[in-house]
């Protein structure tokens, strides 16, 4: 009930808004993004795993001009079909164990609800629930901005996508040095996991987050070309004071530095990121999240003590070899088609460990060491719309049954 109001009250304020943008000029807009993709699975470990379909997610984002200073950001997202329950059956988290777990299943999350003061290009204000800028995920997200049906493995095995938190936010831009500033709610350590590392601390489970400790997030940006830019960005928070209770006595603070650029000019694309992670005191939190009650919903799998994962993809538009600038269509309706089109050839490479290294008795467990070769093609059959498939070939460090192949289709727009 709850999540239904929350529904209705975000929706009578979209419609209040539709209604006060007709008598003042252009103060609102909208606009968003949707995925769905289907995925076919050849894995050694689990022969029996079933072919599956996602509507991933529909995307939401109202924006409000007040003035020329202030303006009213959200974004509003349906994951997985809407809202409800579902079950998983869960046999790796523990150590090839079977487990069954409820967890949540389709969603409506906010994941943005703020206002920004625009003071000029160089300072500006974001206070709120906002984006957490980490990594190259954080600030491309939609389908358009990467190659494969989901989002790149490498790096949402590792850190929360799309990671949002409330806090306070300083931006701006230096010419072409860009900046964020940002001081955060923080992460939830009963969430950690072999599999995810802290991915699962991102406060969900509960209708308020913890915020006894903040954490602290920077990132810069350097565009050298309108459509090509390198950065760094980086978080760092206890994790230990936001759990549920008070049960530990110690720190547990979670650093992560990104290396992050994309390159996409002309029919050439190359994206890609470096990201590392260390966690404080993660064998003395493995052996408390062991005992943690089941009604958490949470692994209770060791973790590791750091994490390490990077990626580069490459893409080329083949449909650029014949195609002619100086081309003339009979008609301009034709001519808009035929520049507008553009089939990617793609592959990528993923190298991911989310227990790179480990503390005390803690057992490293080969089967989260991953690498992944991915193939594909991107038919973009206008520059809002893309169809897409891959096939994913994942292999893990282990010696037996490590692999895991995946073909997979999926469709994409933006608006």
Request: aromatic share 14%; glycine share 8%; no cysteine.
């Amino acid at each position: 009930m709850k999540k239904q109001r929350l529904l209705f009250t975000l929706l009578g304020l979209f419609i209040l808004l539709s209604a006060n943008a007709i008598a003042t000029p252009n103060p609102f807009s909208v606009s968003g993004y949707g995925v769905i993709h289907y995925a076919h699975f050849d894995w050694e470990l689990d022969p029996d795993r079933r072919a599956a379909i996602d509507v991933e997610r529909l995307v939401i984002a109202p924006k409000y001009r007040i003035n020329d200073t202030i303006r009213l950001e959200s974004e509003l997202e349906f994951e997985h079909g809407g809202t409800g329950s579902t079950m998983e059956f869960d046999k790796f988290e523990e150590f090839g164990e079977f487990e069954t777990e409820i967890e949540k299943g389709g969603e409506v999350i906010v994941e943005k609800l703020a206002a920004v003061f625009s003071f000029k290009p160089s300072l500006n204000l974001r206070i709120g629930h906002i984006i957490v800028p980490v990594g190259l995920v954080a600030k491309r997200h939609r389908p358009q901005h990467y190659f494969t049906t989901i989002r790149p493995e490498a790096e949402t095995h590792l850190i929360p996508t799309i990671w949002h938190e409330t806090g306070v936010e300083l931006f701006g831009s230096l010419g072409p040095l860009n900046y964020q500033a940002q001081i955060v709610n923080g992460l939830d350590s009963t969430g950690f996991s072999s599999r995810h590392w802290i991915v699962r601390g991102h406060q969900l489970r509960f209708e308020t987050a913890n915020a006894e400790a903040p954490a602290f997030v920077g990132r810069l940006d350097y565009a050298f070309h309108e459509n090509a830019t390198v950065g760094i960005s980086g978080y760092y928070g206890d994790t230990a004071a936001n759990r549920p209770k008070p049960d530990v006595d110690f720190d547990a603070y979670v650093g992560i530095v990104s290396l992050h650029g994309f390159y996409e000019v002309s029919a050439l694309k190359v994206r890609g990121l470096f990201l590392w992670g260390s966690l404080e005191n993660a064998d003395r939190l493995s052996r408390v999240n062991r005992t943690l009650s089941n009604n958490l919903n949470v692994k209770r799998t060791p973790i590791g003590s750091s994490a390490l994962g990077y990626y580069i993809e490459a893409g080329y538009d083949v449909l650029s070899f014949f195609r002619r600038p100086n081309d003339k269509a009979e008609h301009q309706d034709q001519k808009s088609i035929l520049s507008n089109t553009v089939l990617d050839v793609f592959a990528r490479y993923d190298y991911y460990d989310t227990m790179a290294s480990v503390e005390g008795i803690i057992f490293d467990n080969p089967r989260w060491e991953r690498t992944t070769w991915t193939f594909g093609i991107n038919y973009h059959v206008h520059p809002k719309v893309v169809f897409k498939s891959h096939y994913a070939l994942r292999r893990l460090a282990t010696k037996d049954k490590n692999r895991e192949n995946t073909f997979a289709l999926g469709f994409g727009f933006q608006y």
